[in-house]
Structures are given as structure tokens and as C-alpha cells.
């Protein structure tokens, strides 16, 4: 077995049985990562000098093909209901294919780290079939030092091998895609699929499973800091504008995706960002769309036309186009991925029902019912079957990543928010004056007025009224914001249909909200949207 690159340990990759490969390209650089992808023929160069990727079936993750290892050790752990179990013999099985799978071929080391806190990092060797997934992963995570390369000690390995087709019936899975997590060892498999965002996520749900336990709480969430030191955390599933509404010049960028909150502050989980690339411009998004045209960027299922150039509106491939990129290419990105306690928490929502205000001021237990609720609202059209708004609850805004119950994440959310006296805010990025199909989207303008105004304390002033479906407080009115839509009702020609529309809502969210009720005290029970309904 040769081995290439900056670092080359005595044992390698050969320490997990991956001895008989051919050829090992360890820690290779940009330029070099670039050579072979291109030389390999899995990927091509943009005019901008960009490297695009098209990941084939898989332009997605597979969350029904996730497995987590049930063990001793995790058996109390887990929450199984949002968590597929793998048994372990399955995944020594399983694990024992993808290495005989492995022989013979070239592969592509990583070594990175996750957490800019050094009290709470978790050290990752990345191995792939792919130097281009090798490349994305360098610029998702945050790379250590030259000179510490040779002292690094992993603490998680992640074996992604794209050609490698499971068994269901073999190895205990579902179909010929897998990613199974073995938790009490560090070790995650993945086959079967070239979505490279499997890979970034896997290292975000080992590090859910191991800071709870630390008193750290994970978010899936991106935050920035101002110049006095007033960090702002916005949580949101994709969509909602968390990269889009973090991205702020007036404020320094943590990061846009993944975070922990411990005793040192907020850190950031990665070094770089994955942002969707779909209807991308210049005008909106000037710094996300100039960090597409350089070197070192990765482009995934972004359509070229005849001369390379990309056109971000094309969708053919897929809605979820991507785009990945060190941090340092935004211009006002943290140097350190570090920052205070959050003076601010943001939870964005998408409301396709017309009926959310463009923003609402949460008490702590509102702010964990919503949290824990994890709402925002798939649109007609983005998906197979969607032919009108549908509702969307993915706890903590990050279901998918979440090894632990849920009640264990939001009550440490609940405690560090009334430690340090965080004000939390709920915003809806949707639609305004209708549903979607009838209304108009909530105008970027108005929402990034709002945040600048909650972001900077003088929000906190204004004349607020109680929300009769919600029971949140929204402002009645903020200087630079049209008065009406900080009242939805009356921007809907129909007030009887919003009334129906926002019944229908309401239930929605205490349905969902059942599986909880048994995990949080009678405070937050009391935070549910219609309780004002009920009581006229």
C-alpha cells in the first residue's frame, strides 16, 4: 500500500483493516484535490475555476437509510422512536464488506477537526473514495495546524465508500444506501451514496450524541456576533434563511449551520458553509454568491451552460443544489469560530400558511414549546405530491441529527436561556396576505429591518399586542416595517379564511405536540397556541 501527502502515520488507515487498498492520499491540498477529481473524471472545473460535482441518484440525504448501532452502551441513550436501530452484528458485517469492498482501490484521507471550542472538539479522519468529497469535507470542517498532524489522535472515523452497495437482508438496512453509526466507537459507515452532505452530517450527530452529556448543547443553527459582543443564534430548518439572514456585513459570521453553547460561549462545529445554491444572485446574496466563483469552491448538482458558467436557476438536477466553501471566504467571517453566550436566539420559520406574524417575542417556555415543535411549511411544487401548503415538524429544527430525545436538548435550552438572560424572538421568512399560491412572500426588506431592530435591543420598546391564536407578543409597529403585516388578519382579503387557516394551523402544532407533553413541565405545556381561543 503506498501512502501520498502531508502526513503519513505508521499505521493509517490500515489500523481500521483497510491495509489492502492501493494507494492512500493522505491530507492532500486544494490544488492537489482538484488534480485528481479532475484526472478521475468525477469532476469538472466552472469557468470561475469552481469545482462542480453531480452526485447521480442520491442529490439528498437519506435520512430512511440512517442506522444507529443499539448496544449497551447506548441502549438508554437513543431515542429510538426518531432512530433506526442497527444491531452490532449487522454493522461488524456490514463494516467487514465495505473494507473487503475497499481493496485494491484508492482512497482519500482527511484528517479535522469538528468544534472550534478545544474543550469540546471532536478530531475526524474522513476516508472516501473520492477526492472531490475529499475536498468538500476540508472546507466543511475545520482543518488543524500543519504541525499538529503528526500528533493526531481521531476520535471519530468516517469510511464513505459511494460504490459500496448494501444488503438490506445482509446488514440489517433498507435498501443499497446506508449510513450506520456506531456511536460507542466512533465509527460511522456510509454506502451507496455520492451526496457529499452525508458526511458533514454525520459528524454533526456524533457531536449531538456527546455534548449533552458535557451540559454543551448542539443546535442546528447559524450565528453572528456584533461589535460589542451581542451573539445572535438562528435556528431553522433549510429554507427558512439561516445562512441568507446570518450573512449580515454589519456582523461578524460564526458560521451557517452547526453550533454548540457551552460555559465558554458559542462555537462553531465547522470551517466552512454548505448553502443552497438554488436561484442564487448577486444582488440577494453578493457574498455567498462570490464565494461560488473561487478556487477551492465546491459546487454539487449545479447545472453548467455551454461555456461552464453556472446557472443557479436551473433546477433539472435537482432544487437542492449546494454550494461548499471555506468560512474564510465570506469577508467578515470569525477568524476563530468562537463567540459570547447569545444575547439573542432567532427560530425561523417558513409559514406557507399566511398565518404567522414576521416576527413575535417568545418567553422561555414559548421558545422551548416552539423548539421543540421545529415548525416551517413545504410550498405546491417542491415536491412530488405537495399540491398546497403542508406543515413541517422536525424537532429542534434538526430531527434528522438528533441521537438524543428531544425534551433532553430543549430543557438544556431552557436553562441556558434563563441563565443568561437570552431574549428569544420567532420569525416567519413565509408568506404574507394568503397562503402561498395567494399571498406574496414576507419582504426581505421588512424581516431584515425587524432583526435589526431585535438584534439591537430597541425592538424590545415597542407596543406589543397578544397574538389570539399564538399567544405570542408581536409589535404593533416598528419604524421602517408596513404596519399591516405585522398584522397578518389584515393583510387577507378574506378574514373569515385566515381565521380557518390559522385554526387548521393551531391544531396542527398541538397534535404534534403530544408526543412531548409527557417531557416538559406544565409551564410549557401552557405555551401552546390556542389556549386564548379556548378560554373566550
Known sequence: MEQLGLYNPANGVAAIGLEKVSRVNYNLSEVELYEEAIRRGEADLTADGALRAVTGQHTGRSPKDKFVVRDAVTEDKIWWDNNKPMSPEHFAVLKADMLAHA????????????????????????????????LFIRNLLIRPKRDTLGTFEQKLTIINLPSFRADPERHGCRSETVIACDLANGLVLIGGTSYAGENKKSVFTVLNYLLPAKSVMPMHCSANVGKEGDTAVFFGLSGTGKTTLSADPARTLIGDDEHGWGENGVFNFEGGCYAKAIKLSAEAEPEIYAATRRFGTVLENVVLDENRVPNFDDNSLTENTRSAYPLHFIPNASETGLA????????????????????????PEQAMYHFLSGYTAKVAGTEKGVTEPE?????CFGAPFMPRHPAEYGNLL?????????????????????AYGTGRRMPIKATRALLTSALNGSLKNAEFRTDANFGFAVPVSVEGVETAILDPRSTWADSAAYDNQAAKLVSMFIKNFEKFEAHVDAKVKDAAPGLLIAAE
Open 391 to 395: 406543515a413541517t415538524f422536525s424537532t
Open 340 to 363: 459570547p453566550h447569545p444575547k439573542t436566539i432567532i427560530m425561523l420559520t417558513a409559514d406557507a400558511f399566511g398565518v404567522m406574524p414576521p416576527i413575535a417575542r417568545l418567553t
Open 414 to 434: 431552557k436553562e441556558l436561556i434563563a441563565k443568561h438572560g437570552v431574549d428569544c424572538w420567532l420569525v416567519n421568512t413565509g408568506w404574507t396576505g394568503g
Open 103 to 134: 481493496a485494491g482501490r484508492e482512497l482519500f484521507v482527511q484528517d479535522l477537526i469538528g468544534g472550534a471550542d478545544v474543550d469540546n472538539a471532536l478530531p475526524t479522519r474522513v476516508v472516501t473514495e473520492f477526492a472531490w468529497h475529499a
